[in-house]
């Protein structure tokens, strides 16, 4: 921190920070002199150092990679004896965007990896590589009472160590949703101070959430805030900081996605790459830019960013694509919206009509057989997952009991009963399971429903289906009109007589 800023403290309300590398001793000097710090600046004196950072969690019982101190070669090589290879060796201090981070893979690059980073004097330790399948990231905002809300969890994408992608809400199940959470709220509970801070975490492969690092102070994986949330991450941290009620951290839109635009080259060859991005993002539907107007461009560094919000994960993607100029999105890899399930092959005929109209409205959805009777086993495990696994409607009846997802019901004809057996079987089903239905054999109106259902917080998807209804009505308006102009007995000529 700067002398000019010290002269300016006293005379601020609130004196904040925007990025943790500041003097920390003189943010305790101003503490001490009555000026009131946002967060403590013992806070930022244990993020500081990410060695006492995970210390100071570790004793808050915060899940962590497992770490130790090592300041020569001889307990660095017992670090990798104890925790094995690949071996993640990090710096203490001004370690971000994947700067003071390096990778020892077997004991013969300890030497070249620790000279990497400074040397021991700059400061070191070692952590247990992480065998991580997401990154994630949670926002907590903390009052000046202590009182904290927590933004949806967020999934972040790297390239080369530097965050690249941010996907909100993050595509994990509900359980992981909440434990992450939770272990971010903890962890920023044991700091002191107001305002908010983003906390990294991992999700390994079998389902823990370790902590990684926090922030303390708005974060790059916070930035799709600005048009995704009610309140941005920027205005709550002034909410905080200043004492003013926390706002609603829930996102506003179904679906968002931030893209970091990074520098591609050095000079005017990576402004010109980087204009001609932000002139695609222009032309997409949903998207924002934020340009840092940074003056100089350096490859991988954050220049700016675009925000793309929409009503689906698929939506967004799609876009993305479009403004990265990538490959059409291939429909075999998107996560299925809607599903389709039959208890037997021979249902198909009828079902196909709830594909066709899927297909029509371009909502991605899966179709299969899932037999009650003949493979009880995969049925319970399919609508045990259904919610997880993105699915917003099933077009079936036998699972509802399982799944909180909307089920809508298809009454089969059969040979004996016409069908009524099977109409009542689902519209009898017992309080508290809620099953939609149609009329026997009306598959094509149970993908209707689907596609109403979906529109209900898809605004795309619901001019679709305004469109769809204006073009029912313009054919009937049309039949009327050609019966009035041909009388019955033309029209039935020409319309109705069978060939």
């Not at 809400?169 to 002191?192: C, G, R, Y």
Request: hydrophobic share 40%.
């Amino acid at each position: 921190m700067s002398s000019g800023a010290s002269m300016m403290a006293p005379r601020c309300g609130v004196l904040t920070v925007e990025i943790e590398h500041v003097d920390a001793v003189t943010l305790e000097k101003l503490e001490k002199q009555g000026i009131d710090c946002e967060p403590k600046a013992s806070t930022i004196m244990i993020i500081q150092d990410k060695y006492r950072q995970k210390t100071h969690f570790s004793k808050f019982g915060i899940p962590l990679p497992d770490f130790v101190e090592v300041d020569t070669l001889s307990s660095i090589e017992k670090a990798g004896e104890m925790f094995g290879y690949p071996l993640m060796v990090k710096s203490k201090r001004l370690a971000y965007d994947g700067r003071g981070n390096a990778v020892a893979h077997d004991k013969k690059e300890l030497s070249s990896v620790v000279a990497s980073l400074g040397g021991f004097e700059h400061g070191l330790y070692v952590e247990r590589w992480t065998s991580f399948v997401k990154e994630l990231s949670v926002i907590v905002a903390r009052s000046r009472d202590g009182s904290t809300v927590c933004y949806p969890v967020v999934e972040t994408i790297h390239k080369d160590n530097i965050c690249h992608v941010v996907e909100a809400p993050a595509e994990v199940p509900d359980k992981i949703k909440k434990l992450a959470t939770n272990v971010a709220e903890k962890a920023i509970k044991s700091l002191e101070g107001a305002g908010v801070f983003a906390v990294e975490l991992f999700l390994t492969q079998d389902n823990q959430v370790l902590l990684n690092e926090v922030a303390p102070r708005p974060h790059n994986s916070g930035h799709h805030t600005i048009e995704s949330c009610y309140t941005s991450q920027y205005e709550q941290h002034l909410r905080a900081i200043l004492g003013l009620p926390l706002g609603d951290p829930s996102m506003k839109a179904p679906a968002s996605i931030m893209y970091n635009i990074l520098g591609e080259d050095e000079g005017e060859a990576g402004f010109t790459q980087a204009h001609q991005l932000i002139e695609r993002a222009l032309d997409i539907s949903g998207a924002s830019v934020h340009w840092y107007a940074k003056p100089e461009i350096r490859k991988q560094r954050k220049m700016g960013h675009i925000t793309i919000v929409g009503p689906s994960k698929y939506s967004v993607k799609a876009r993305l694509d479009k403004l990265l100029q990538r490959d059409a999105y291939d429909p075999k890899k998107v996560k299925p919206r809607a599903a389709i399930i039959m208890g037997s092959d021979s249902d198909l005929p009828v079902m196909k009509d709830a594909a066709v109209v899927l297909k029509k409205f371009n909502i991605p959805f899966e179709l299969t057989i899932v037999s009650a009777h003949r493979t009880p086993e995969r049925m319970y495990h399919y609508a045990l997952s259904a919610k997880e696994r993105g699915l917003e409607v099933i077009i079936a009846g036998m699972v509802a009991s399982l799944t909180s997802v909307p089920v809508i019901g298809v009454p089969i004809m059969t040979s004996s009963l016409h069908g009524t057996d099977s109409l009542l079987s689902i519209v009898q089903m017992p309080k508290g399971i809620p099953v939609a239905t149609v009329a026997i054999g009306n598959a094509e109106n149970a993908g209707l429903l689907a596609v109403r259902m979906l529109a209900s917080r898809d605004p795309e998807l619901g001019d679709k289906a305004t469109e769809y209804q204006h073009d029912l009505r313009d054919m009937v308006l049309e039949k009327a009109k050609r019966l009035e102009e041909l009388g019955w007995e033309g029209y039935t000529e020409l319309y109705l007589k069978k060939h």
